[in-house]
């Protein structure tokens, strides 16, 4: 019985937590627009930040509930699902073309922050100074992102004239977003709960857990929103959804995660950092190549994280000892 109300518990969370990500995204885009954002700046910022919501309250929670190995698995493991499985498929359905500020700035940032957290993870801990030091690199860049937006505002068109006329749809967007971060929160902490039941039950570590299950659960957000984003041409939201939420978490929800609570890591954490930093990197490569993504690159990557899973469950059952 309590294998059946754990399973339901986590799909009926996951629901929650992908549709409360869904009404977030929403409403800040609609804020973002009334404010004459770029496109580009929305998909790194406001929808980056709001797809990433999930990985957010499950890393938080974890990091509350002492399950830190799940805190920076579901981190990692959302990472490469986001660049290798969701920009594979964009790639795959057709070329993405990639924004210069993206190849010039917004990557390479990404890529540093990849560093840093190998850098930080070596000793097999995040100390709470360290997440301090990633809460500040997170303000910094989207403060730097506040002021190039501001030197290339965005137009505003006649239906967002229209919908910044009403106050109150403002009010009612402003209370969409707290409602939706409290149903996130509530969600992830049922997320935990369950998927630390069905760990102990089955005996599969917090890491793989948290590397499979929950990465690509609370993934689901970026899935649907970049899919979306390149079947409309919106090349810049599809691609900066991802870099954006990558970055945000890497800074934001593992330095808020280690600075409610350091994070005391295993082996298996240091060596999939370094992976996820691997991916990041011959990813780049495909995108400086041409300024776009090709599908053979896409199916590149899809072959790269399959070849990933199959690393982890080998390494979980002692196959492959590193």
């Known amino acids: 019985m309590q294998i059946v109300l754990n399973l339901l518990l ?7 937590l992908i549709k409360g990500a869904d009404f977030l995204v929403d409403a800040c885009s609609f804020i973002a627009k009334k404010l004459k954002v770029p496109s580009l700046i929305i998909g790194l910022t406001i929808v980056a930040f709001g797809t990433s919501a999930p990985e957010a309250g499950v890393s938080i929670v974890s990091s509350l509930q002492g399950s830190n190995s799940l805190s920076i698995s579901n981190v990692v493991g959302s990472n490469l699902f986001n660049l290798l499985v969701i920009v594979g498929l964009c790639s795959i359905i057709g070329n993405i073309v990639v924004d210069k500020e993206i190849i010039k700035f917004d990557y390479p940032v990404c890529l540093l922050a990849s560093i840093l957290l190998v850098f930080f ?14 809460l500040v690199l997170i303000v910094v860049y989207c403060v730097y992102l506040i002021s190039r937006a501001k030197r290339t505002p965005a137009q505003q068109d006649e239906e967002n004239k229209e919908t910044g006329k009403g106050s109150l749809k403002v009010f009612l967007n402003i209370v969409i977003i707290i409602v939706s971060i409290a149903a996130i929160y509530f969600a992830s902490k049922g997320i935990v709960s369950s998927c630390t039941f069905f760990a102990k039950l089955f005996g599969i570590s917090d890491t793989v857990i948290g590397l499979t299950i929950v990465a690509l659960g609370t993934s689901l957000p ?16 599809a691609l900066g959804n991802i870099i954006g939420s990558n970055l945000f978490n890497i800074l934001f929800v593992l330095g808020i995660a280690s600075t409610i609570s350091p994070l005391e890591l295993c082996y298996d954490n240091v060596v999939d950092a370094i992976i996820c930093f691997v991916g990041m990197a011959v990813c ?30 080998l390494r979980e059952f002692g196959i492959i000892i590193l």
């Not at 070596?122 to 990633?134: F, N, S, W």
């Not at 970026?222 to 041409?233: C, I, M, P, Q, R």
């Not at 995108?287 to 790269?304: D, F, H, P, T």
């Open 121 to 134: 993870v070596r000793d097999m801990a995040v100390e709470r100074l360290e997440g301090i030091v990633l």
């Open 10 to 16: 986590l799909l009926a969370c996951f629901a929650i």
């Open 284 to 313: 780049y490569i495909f995108v400086c190549s041409g300024a776009k993504i090709k599908k053979s690159e896409g199916v590149i990557m899809l072959i790269m994280y399959a070849a990933y899973m199959t690393f982890v469950f």
């Open 222 to 237: 970026e899935l649907v929103t970049s899919l979306v984003a390149h079947k409309k041409g919106e090349y810049s939201i």
